[in-house]
Nanobody, 128 residues
Framework: QVQVVESGGGLVQAGGSLRLTCTAS????????MGWFRQAPGKEREWVSC??????????YYGDSVRGRFTISRDNAKYTVYLQMDSLKPEDTAKYYC???????????????????WGQGTQVTVSS
């Protein structure tokens, strides 16, 4: 049974930090790129970051709004991906989703329709 489970969300003041964790099971994690997306109320789902598979050399990518503040990493031995979020801003408030993309080449996708498995999300709220 495929499972993608996010944790680590919460309430934090602007300028603070949070680390989101995503744990996967039930599929060949090492063959999947992993991504983080977010969705705020009334807005479309936004790609945040993604990290490629170990098979082709791990590379990470970031959306313009988070580059320099967020860091994605993965631990293949633990079937886990992390999103370290620093210098948080109120506009980072959203529900954050982890997703897995079956990948047969290097890189990872920013399009949500490329992802095969999704978690239920974890809420991040940044107060001003």
């Amino acid at each position: 049974q495929v499972q993608v489970v996010e944790s680590g969300g919460g309430l934090v003041q602007a300028g603070g930090s949070l680390r989101l964790t995503c744990t996967a099971s039930g599929f060949a994690y090492g063959a999947y790129a992993m991504g983080w997306f977010r969705q705020a109320p009334g807005k479309e789902r936004e790609w945040v970051s993604c990290i490629s598979t170990l098979m082709f050399g791990i590379t990470s990518y970031y959306g313009d709004s988070v580059r320099g503040r967020f860091t994605i990493s993965r631990d293949n031995a633990k079937y886990t991906v992390y999103l370290q979020m620093d210098s948080l801003k109120p506009e980072d408030t959203a529900k954050y989703y982890c997703a897995a993309e079956r990948r047969l080449s290097s890189g990872c996708s920013s399009g949500s329709n490329r992802y095969n498995y999704w978690g239920q999300g974890t809420q991040v709220t940044v107060s001003s």
